[in-house]
């Protein structure tokens, strides 16, 4: 069986315009407070897929809920996988997002794992450009504030035998955020999970698929009884080196410059990350991307060699990290402010994102034209 179905044209798209679309002056309530992931916009990209007819039926719909048969093999065998990018507004009104071909290709890559289609880059492209043109008044303007675009694809055949599935639906679905450190960058804490791993060798940990967030949903929660924003998970094999947060890549920063981030098969390899290392290659920084132990971490704290440590991501571009508590030790400073080259890093890629700076990389695709 094969699960690329080619197709030989570019999907075309067939748009039915929601009839109870929000008023202006429910829109504008909610924009100006939009939170994260609360309120939806007035339409949603539906494409549907089957063995025998591959991807078809591509439209933009009124938003709404799905309606799935009960035997959905989604809901019992977890075949499912997402992406999450965002669409920024620049100064002249324009809609840009950041790196969507690397969002559709790490698609694809999860696709493969989880035995599902591939979507093409083009088709996936398009899907945003046509949810973001029709819905473009959702997309907000103030500082840091952007709509947050959620692709997905499910395992929608109603079937109990255990195989993939031959019926697969992929959707866009998009929620304007807001600026996700309302007041200021701010330095969080995570936890050492010794008793949770998020994926082993051979499992899941390079797909973004929700299975993975639901293995990190219990230690998440440990974290916070331990007053931590976010968990930290090592390798499953030895427990020794550091692999990311539920969420999260992670940096480590050196006294010298250099950048560290974890190597590993059983993470997931973030486009923050990944643009992060060039930014700080262009700078002339040393940039490591190699096993990283927790041991290493312990002596980098204690002699001062390590000075700075970060999270990054879409959602929260990169987030610094002041202490690393684990059961019986704790790593870093509590209260340490935002280092440097953190803080500077995360400048740098926001001011590419919302067009402050040339994007010379070629990074923005422009979503409403
Ligand atoms: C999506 C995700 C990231 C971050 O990836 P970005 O492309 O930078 O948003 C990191 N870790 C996990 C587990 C993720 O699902």
Redesign the pocket.
């Known amino acids: 069986m094969t699960l690329t179905t080619p197709t030989a044209f570019p999907l075309s798209f067939a748009l039915t315009p929601s009839t109870d679309a929000r008023a202006e002056a429910e829109r504008e309530a909610i924009l100006a407070d939009p939170g994260f992931g609360k309120h939806f916009t007035d339409h949603m990209v539906s494409i549907e897929w089957t063995l025998d007819g591959g991807w078809h039926d591509a439209n933009v719909l009124p938003y709404g809920p799905l309606s799935l048969d009960p035997a959905a093999s989604v809901l019992h065998y977890a075949q499912e996988i997402f992406e999450?990018?965002k669409a920024y507004r620049h100064a002249d009104g324009s809609i840009h997002s950041f790196r969507p071909e690397a969002?559709a290709a790490?698609l694809q890559r999860s696709a493969r794992r989880l035995a599902l289609p591939e979507l093409s880059t083009e088709d996936f492209v398009e899907s945003l450009r046509q949810l973001v043109s029709v819905d473009a008044q959702w997309v907000p303007d103030a500082a840091e504030t952007s709509l947050y675009i959620r692709p997905f694809m499910i395992a929608t055949e109603s079937f109990l035998g255990v195989r993939s599935a031959q019926k697969v639906g992929y959707y866009v679905i998009a929620s304007p955020a807001g600026a996700y450190f309302a007041n200021g960058v701010s330095p969080v804490n995570i936890w050492l999970s010794t008793d949770y791993n998020r994926a082993g060798r051979g499992g899941m940990g390079a797909a973004?698929t929700g299975g993975?967030?639901a293995s990190s949903l219990l230690p998440q929660e440990l974290a916070y009884e331990k007053g931590c924003a976010q968990v930290l998970f090592l390798d499953a094999q030895e427990g020794k080196y550091l692999e990311?947060?539920?969420?999260?890549?992670l940096f480590l920063v050196y006294r010298d410059g250099t950048l560290v981030t974890p190597e590993s098969d059983s993470?997931?390899a973030?486009?923050?990350?990944d643009s992060i290392m060039t930014l700080a290659r262009d700078r002339g920084h040393d940039v490591q991307i190699r096993k990283v132990s927790i041991d290493e971490w312990k002596a980098g704290a204690a002699s001062g060699d390590i000075v700075e440590v970060f999270a990054?991501?879409?959602?929260a571009v990169i987030t610094p990290v002041a202490q690393l508590l684990a059961d019986d030790f704790a790593l870093g400073d509590a209260g340490a402010p935002a280092g440097e080259l953190t803080m500077s890093l995360r400048q740098e890629l926001t001011d590419i994102q919302y067009g402050r700076v040339a994007d010379r990389h070629g990074w923005l695709t422009r979503l409403d034209a």
């Open positions: 999450g990018l969002n790490r973004k993975n967030y990311e947060l539920g969420g999260m890549n993470i997931l973030g486009i923050t990350r990054c991501g879409t959602a």
